[in-house]
């Protein structure tokens, strides 16, 4: 018999309760709006995909990595490092 955190039924809403709150508190969070492009936001999503608009172009940095994934080198690979 499996064990439950809180319950058989409320173990998954509270996991999909918690994703949903952290991607909200991701989205809303300042310091990432680097890594959101302009129109990328789920609420933006969501709208376009209910009213069947076509997705905004991808941004030239997403293009050229896609590009380099496809062909099996990565543009500027020794210029990157960890931080």
């Known amino acids: 018999m499996p064990r439950y955190l809180v319950g058989r039924i409320s173990d ?12 909200i508190l991701w989205e809303n969070d300042g310091r990432n ?10 609420s933006d999503l969501v709208k376009r995909r209910w009213s069947g608009e076509a ?13 380099a994934a496809n062909s099996g080198s990565t543009p500027g690979a020794a210029q990157t490092r960890m931080v």
């Open 12 to 23: 998954p809403l509270l996991g999909i309760s918690t994703g949903v709150l952290a991607y």
């Open 55 to 67: 997705p905004p172009p991808a941004p030239a940095a997403l293009r050229a990595a896609s590009a």
């Open 33 to 42: 709006a680097a890594h959101r492009p302009e129109g990328r936001m789920l």
